[in-house]
């Protein structure tokens, strides 16, 4: 589509890259915490400062940018999101965590898939681009949020929650254990060889 193109193209022109830091790749809350409390995890989290984020992203993934795609949360909420849904911060996680966010918003068009995928293949910073592989977890995500119970969790407010222990909070979501682990297993045979995919809280 040439006008998306031409959009996403000029975005690229105008907008700094930024870097993870540099323990991303270890982090990995799993699924087997829910008597820990929120805080204490997020404690461990070597989360960038919202300063730290490529503006591009926020451009998409910012609630209060004037082109967020539904879903949009701030970096606070989207890292509890991370420890609900038991993921780490490696692109694939990051992919499955942004598509479950992006669904359970339940009314995300075609369109609006396309601008994110294209945005995210082709205009993030390197160390946040998806490639193929990591957009199959996004489908898988994306899809899960549509069908799951949870509804609209970037509206939930985590920060009220920080000292309540994490089952809690995911049993007031919605969030369903059995059903997150079905979906890493099914994930696992889809992208077998990843480094994401062997650590799946399965």
């Keep these: 589509m040439r006008s998306l193109d031409d959009f996403l193209t000029n975005i690229c022109y105008n907008y700094p890259m930024a870097k ?8 990995n809350p799993g699924l087997k915490n829910g008597e820990k409390k929120l805080a204490s995890i997020l404690k461990t989290l070597p989360a960038n400062e919202q300063a730290d984020i490529s503006s591009i992203v926020k451009l998409f993934e910012n609630p209060s940018s004037p082109v967020a795609l539904p879903g949009a949360v701030s970096l606070e909420r989207h890292d509890c999101i991370h420890i609900m849904l038991g993921r780490g911060l490696l692109p694939q996680d990051e992919a499955f ?19 994110f995928k294209k945005a995210s293949m082709y205009l993030y910073p390197k ?18 949020g549509k069908a799951c119970k949870v509804t609209e969790i970037y509206e939930f407010p985590f920060e009220e929650y920080e000292q309540e222990k994490i089952s ?7 969030v369903s254990l059995h ?6 297993r099914a994930e696992k045979l889809l992208l077998p060889n990843t480094r994401c995919s062997k650590r799946l809280p399965v």
């Design 179 to 184: 059903e997150l682990r079905q979906i890493y």
């Design 168 to 174: 809690v909070i995911r049993r007031k979501l919605g």
């Design 97 to 115: 965590v942004i598509g479950f966010t992006m669904g359970t918003a339940k009314h995300i068009t075609g369109f609006e898939e396309s601008i």
């Design 20 to 27: 993870a830091p540099s323990d991303y790749a270890k982090w």
């Design 127 to 144: 160390q946040y681009r998806f490639s193929k592989n990591n957009l199959i977890a996004f489908e898988l995500g994306l899809r899960y």
